[in-house]
């Protein structure tokens, strides 16, 4: 639920600043820290979701292990399903971390939601 206020605030605080001359709203910063958060909060939104995907498709790799009934095509498919998915998560995380450095690399006075 928290997740789904600071992508609010996010938003609402990109119009605001974004709208306004940066001159009037007294930060110059104010827009690119109102970015930020919403692309963070947006991708991180993002990669629950392909994290719960991943999942799901481990237990589905799992279930057709299970029901292959020793037919060893059906078990290296599900073989193949379970090791894409441990892929995936991997490169969840990893992009969890680009993201984390890129946008310390732009401007390391951002602060990270």
Do not use: H
Not at 14 to 23: E, R
């Amino acid at each position: 639920m928290n997740n789904v206020i600071y992508l609010a605030t996010s938003l609402r605080d990109l119009w605001s600043n974004g709208c306004a001359p940066l001159d009037q709203t007294g930060d110059e910063n104010g827009f690119f820290i109102a970015l930020c958060n919403l692309l963070t909060n947006g991708i991180s939104w993002l990669l629950v979701l392909a994290g719960v995907a991943a999942v799901l498709m481990i237990i589905w790799g799992g279930y057709v292990m299970i029901t292959a009934g020793g037919d060893a095509a059906r078990i290296e498919q599900g073989k193949k399903t379970i090791l894409w998915a441990i892929v995936g998560i991997a490169l969840i995380v990893l992009a969890r971390a680009i993201i984390w450095l890129v946008i310390r690399l732009v401007n390391p006075s951002v602060p990270m939601p």
